[in-house]
């Protein structure tokens, strides 16, 4: 198998940070792509389609030997609704709110479409929050940290305080599940820090 060369189909500043943590030489172009649900869509089912969707959108546009696109997309379920990013203030006090001292799912689906065709995955973790405070949530609110966040919180900045367990991948609540993204790379021919792949 050559090695291939990566493009993320993503914008997000974590997925990036986290694909350079595994040592992969990659570049990016964002996927923009109706993001609308179906009629009575299940979360995963969308999650998945949206991270297909997007790995095709860029697939299209390049040549397909040579190259690999990696597709990634994140959703937050807390009793079958889907938690996106907070419209406003009150919004995202009501996210807030509605994790408080609960435990919610969040979900990510990843796509890698090469020459041969698309392998997907999709990984879930299951997190619980500690009961917070109005006082607590609108201190919170005051950063800058929940305005670019699907449901209202990174994990890896002060709401990684409101956690009191977590069941699964860390990396995956961060936006892109590291175990499973490398598994998924080095098997299709992308090269990371840790795995060389094999030149024909």
Request: glycine residues 6%; negative net charge.
């Amino acid at each position: 198998m050559s090695q291939r060369r990566l493009i993320l189909a993503s914008a997000s500043p974590r997925r990036r940070e986290l694909l350079d943590q595994l040592g992969v030489s990659f570049t990016c172009i964002p996927a923009h792509i109706d993001e609308s649900y179906w009629v009575d869509e299940n979360p995963s089912n969308y999650v998945q389609r949206m991270a297909q969707e997007k790995g095709q959108a860029i697939a299209l546009l390049q040549p397909a030997l040579g190259w690999a696109v990696l597709a990634a997309d994140t959703i937050v379920v807390i009793s079958g609704t889907v938690l996106g990013k907070p419209k406003d203030r009150a919004d995202a006090l009501h996210m807030l709110m509605a994790l408080s001292g609960r435990q919610h799912s969040v979900f990510t689906a990843l796509s890698l479409v090469t020459v041969t065709g698309m392998v997907c995955q999709l990984v879930e973790t299951k997190v619980e929050f500690m009961s917070l405070s109005d006082a607590t949530c609108e201190a919170y609110l005051a950063t800058d940290e929940p305005w670019d966040k699907a449901r209202s919180y990174g994990i890896q900045g002060l709401a990684g305080a409101f956690v009191r367990s977590i069941e699964g991948s860390y990396s995956n609540v961060v936006g892109l599940p590291l175990c499973e993204t490398w598994q998924l790379l080095s098997s299709n021919g992308v090269s990371t820090a840790l795995n060389a792949a094999p030149l024909d």
